[in-house]
């Protein structure tokens, strides 16, 4: 009972900038860490950037030094300001959420938001 809801995807020129928001809704007590992934044709799924409750970040090593993950807890939301992007960054980029579906249990599950597409010409 918990979507995630993406946004922000298009094209963009390289070099160009583009932000992504992930919003979570519905029924849950709390979320843990929320980050991107992307997948692109031919390519295996790969973490972008993890932020977790606390602001623990985590980074690719391709994206270090122009992508930028963010969170309002308050909104439970995550975003994701990509600048200098490049042709390579062109995938279909996922919301991911570690929510703690109950405040009795803790227990912890995760759900992926449906994809937003990020296309990068050069």
């Known amino acids: 009972q918990v979507q995630l809801v993406e946004s922000g995807g298009g094209l963009v020129q390289a070099g160009g900038s583009l932000r992504l928001s992930c919003a979570a809704s519905?029924?849950?007590?709390?979320?843990?860490?929320m980050g991107w992934y992307r997948q692109a044709p031919g390519k295996q799924r790969e973490l972008v950037a993890t932020?977790?409750?606390?602001?623990?970040?985590n980074y690719a090593d391709s994206v270090k030094g122009r992508f930028t993950i963010s969170r309002d807890n308050t909104k439970n939301a995550v975003y994701l300001q990509m600048n200098s992007l490049k042709p390579e960054d062109t995938a279909v980029y996922h919301c991911?959420?570690?929510?703690?579906?109950?405040?009795?249990?803790?227990?912890?599950?995760?759900?992926w938001g449906q994809g937003t597409q990020v296309t990068v010409s050069s």
């Open positions: 932020m977790s409750a606390g602001g623990d970040t």
């Open positions: 991911n959420a570690a929510v703690v579906t109950s405040q009795l249990t803790k227990k912890i599950n995760d759900y």
């Open positions: 519905g029924y849950f007590f709390s979320i843990n860490v």
